[in-house]
């Protein structure tokens, strides 16, 4: 079975702190996609990273950076000096053998000014 | 270039009553997926097509529920005898090797059903 978890269900930070999204994932298939979404208020998920297992080279794009490590199944979100605009649900997600997404509960950010 | 489309956005029904939703893909994407998402909760899974054939369904697709692709284009959704429990966001995305299967999603249609 295929499952993701998101701890953290709420966070709250102050504009300009720096904050990290976990993210741990549970497969038995070797060849997997990690991925992250973000649902702003307006409801579309917006499409942000996906990896794949046999790449753990952390990413960064901007003031979002990645973290995957596959010894702890964890797949790592940190925004770099937020803004009152990344407020939003993050969604980590999954895609094993299956063609499916498997999501995560989501963790609701607010970044406050 | 156009996104992932679905009408209607919003639908309040009354239990009991058949619903449709459509759902019209990026062009030239010839998988397409519905997702559910409840309150609170991530989007679950609930039937993917590529092209006009519908390859996986969920088990949380009951009988009331049906999807189509009948040109391999835009798909439907419908929920025959609404219940108050099928009121949830209804996501629908698609994808193509043109961008590695990385779905994109549309605005989803939100069903309340009274």
């Known amino acids: 079975a295929q499952k993701v978890t998101q701890a953290q269900t709420e966070i709250s930070v102050v504009e300009k702190e720096d904050v990290t999204l976990d993210c741990v994932y549970e497969?038995?298939?070797?060849?997997?996609?990690l991925f992250w979404y973000k649902q702003p208020p307006s409801g579309e998920l917006v499409f942000l990273i996906r990896?794949?297992?046999?790449?753990?080279q952390n990413e960064i794009s901007g003031r979002y950076s990645w973290n995957f490590q596959k010894s702890t199944s964890s797949f790592n979100f940190t925004i770099t000096a937020s803004q009152v605009v990344d407020s939003a649900v993050y969604f980590c997600?999954?895609?094993?053998?299956?063609?499916?997404?498997?999501f995560g509960k989501g963790t609701k950010l607010t970044v406050n000014p | 270039d156009t996104g992932v489309s679905q009408d209607p956005r919003h639908k309040i029904t009354k239990r009991g009553q058949n619903v449709t939703f459509r759902c019209d893909p990026i062009s030239e994407h010839n998988r397409l997926y519905w997702y559910r998402q409840t309150l609170g909760q991530g989007p679950e899974f609930l039937t993917y097509?590529?092209?006009?054939?519908?390859?996986?369904k969920s088990r949380l697709l009951s009988d009331r529920f049906s999807a189509e692709r009948p040109k391999g284009s835009f798909s439907t959704l419908e929920i025959q005898r609404t219940e108050q429990g099928d009121s949830a966001m209804y996501l629908c995305?698609?994808?193509?090797?043109?961008?590695?299967?990385?779905?994109?999603f549309g605005p989803g249609t939100r069903l309340t059903v009274t």
């Open positions: 497969t038995r298939d070797t060849t997997y996609y």
């Open positions: 995305a698609s994808s193509s090797a043109l961008v590695s299967y990385e779905q994109y």
């Open positions: 990896r794949n297992s046999f790449d753990e």
């Open positions: 997600a999954l895609e094993g053998g299956s063609e499916k997404l498997v």
């Open positions: 097509f590529q092209n006009e054939a519908q390859l996986e």
